[in-house]
């Protein structure tokens, strides 16, 4: 399916023994919208060590903002300093004792992957707006060439949560000879009507922001205000009313006062969710490039997972893979009755599929939170 | 407990029978959070007739960008004309045969009351950011001499919804003497964190304008991107994803394509749900203040029923009206449990309390388009 590919020859790195971090480097990668991109670099992170056989790598793919680092050896509990660290590890859901563990960063991604912030090779200047539209298809199938680069023959598992929920229920799609089990968590087949709006909402912040200029800007230099309101907004689709209320209910601002991303005044005080909410926004923007932004959310968006087959089903039913899919009862941006539906569909044509619902106040975000349940979870896998 | 208020005579313009608009003034307003604002400019209309004894008048209080507009005699059956046309006129809930109504534009609007595009008689331009932070309760006390102004006595009833709901709960605490029923829909005791965090993106994303300028523009030349920007969002809040999923789903845009905010190019194409949400901030550019939107949302997230008393309880127990609360059972701005258990805290104090909850998929909006089961559920007042 992806045709004339050329490799080159990627860099690995090892840091310690069964960790290593690299990049792998493809000439050029056809799109799923028309078009051809290239180089198409990967930054990615593997754990463990292959087999001689290459069949028991796992592939883990991350959530819209997240990056390679699913997993910290030396750190390996605090999931602040690696997104996935407490499930990954000796002994752990995610065995890396006897798994080859892999995480790339997404392509059209802003932490060592091709996105739009690389310099296109034809003007010698970043991509800027000039990227190309990239799908989910597209993230996968670089991924596909990274672990055939990596010589695996088999992926034990892919394992991903919200738009990296996507892609492993893409590979399932894609790749069915390849994929043994799939865990898709926190997605559904498309995005709702609603979660396009919030993006879009999102996206428009980003735009109106004089920094953005069209998608030209020095690094370090781009659209702070608009990056830190798309954030703003997208932590709370990524929480739940109850779980807000817990936290922050309508306490005023506990923490020390971080400024808005406009800078203004506050209007008769400020709330505590208010500040926690600036305190996301600001991070996001140090460590985020806002043009990825733009079309790592987009990809979530256009996914379809029955885009180029004659069916929802006619895609649904290549899934050869054991597949458990994870709802989370509080999720508001992929609803779990979403992910039951697809669920029980795939269970429909014959697939062997798994339904599990994490009953969490967090909302979204439960799959990056609630590490006792995941854990019982990814095992029924 | 509002002292020190000179009337000033007001202008009251016969449309046709029965129907009336007028301008009434207020020297000036104490206000909850400090200071006085004056000359208050309240612009109000009214149907049906006050009796002698000005005991059967009706208050309609509006929503955020709402006005007084409640009712069209004229044509008496669009919602488009008057935001709750089917509910008000000659038998039908709010009787207009029966019952003197009344709705006036809420203190800080920008449909003919005194908000924040008015003119400032000490500097002699309009307030912008200088309109000091008023308060539901300001909004009521308002009204309060309004309603006296005209002669009214007691309130057979005041009915609200959103944010004119947090106000006819403030009716029932501030004045229990003078309201004998009223109906509190779609709005609890406070704003939830989460209601607080989407009113305050959409504050930012219009103070993120440059064309806001701290508050300072012409009229007619505000932050439309901005504004534009929060519209979008607040339209979410006020539907479900389940009546956005069975509206648009992920149709491509079917109607006339509209400008974005940003204007600038669709990433991918256009879904139907994002160019109606540019639809629906273009709309509100036309006929809405931005500066009003920012201090009539942050007075919905300021709201807090016990503020100025010793406790919840102490407030809810001064209530001396029937009351009718109205939850939507798909609303997540107003979740129908917290207004479930406000009418069971007001009946536990020994209030004359009743809760409905309507279903319907149209979320926090069901209470501007369930016009049957609206109906159904103010005749149990």
Redesign the interface.
């Given at each position: 399916m992806v045709a004339q590919i050329n490799y080159t020859k990627g860099f690995l790195t090892p840091i310690r023994e069964g960790q290593s971090t690299g990049t792998y480097t493809l000439d050029r990668l056809p799109l799923q919208?028309g078009g051809l991109l290239g180089p198409v670099t990967l930054a990615y992170e593997t754990w463990g060590t292959l087999n001689a056989l290459g069949t028991n790598a796992i592939l883990v793919t991350h959530a819209l903002t997240g990056d390679a680092h699913a997993h910290d050896s030396e750190h390996p509990d605090d999931a602040k300093i690696a997104w996935w660290n407490p499930l990954i590890g000796p002994g752990r859901p995610i065995d890396t004792d006897r798994y080859f563990v892999i995480c790339s960063n997404v392509l059209g991604g802003c932490s060592g992957s091709t996105g739009p912030a690389s310099v296109d090779p034809r003007t010698e200047h970043p991509y800027g707006m000039r990227f190309p539209?990239i799908t989910i298809h597209d993230m996968v199938r670089a991924q596909h060439t990274l672990v055939e680069h990596l010589e695996v023959r088999q992926l034990a598992a892919v394992y991903g949560g919200s738009i990296g929920g996507q892609q492993a229920l893409a590979w399932a799609v894609l790749y069915p000879e390849m994929v043994q089990r799939v865990a898709v968590i926190a997605a559904s087949g498309?995005?709702?009507?609603?979660g396009?709006?919030?993006n879009?909402?999102a996206?428009?912040?980003i735009?109106?922001?004089?920094q953005w200029n069209?998608g030209d800007y020095a690094p370090g230099r781009g659209p702070a205000?608009?990056l830190?309101?798309a954030r703003?907004?997208a932590m709370?689709t990524y929480?739940?009313?109850e779980s807000?209320?817990q936290?922050?209910?309508?306490h005023a601002a506990r923490r020390e006062e971080v400024v808005?991303?406009?800078a203004?005044p506050d209007?008769?005080?400020r709330?505590?969710?208010?500040n926690y909410?600036y305190h996301q926004g600001e991070s996001l923007v140090q460590r985020f490039d806002a043009n990825s932004y733009?079309?790592l959310s987009?990809a979530m968006?256009?996914f379809?997972i029955s885009e180029g087959f004659s069916s929802l089903d006619a895609a649904l039913a290549r899934i050869r893979s054991k597949a458990l899919f994870i709802g989370i009862n509080s999720d508001?941006l992929f609803?779990a009755r979403h992910v039951r539906t697809l669920a029980e569909r795939v269970r429909q044509l014959g697939g062997n599929a798994t339904y599990i619902e994490l009953a969490s106040p967090h909302g979204h975000d439960a799959f990056l939170k609630e590490w006792a349940q995941m854990t019982v979870a990814l095992q029924q896998l």
């Open positions: 919208r539209i498309s995005l709702t009507a609603q396009i709006a919030f879009e909402v996206r428009q912040a735009m109106a922001d004089p069209c205000t608009g830190s309101i703003m907004l709370i929480q739940s009313e807000m209320e936290r922050f209910g309508r808005s991303p406009t203004h209007l008769g005080g709330f505590d969710v208010e909410l733009l079309y987009r968006d256009l379809d508001f609803p």
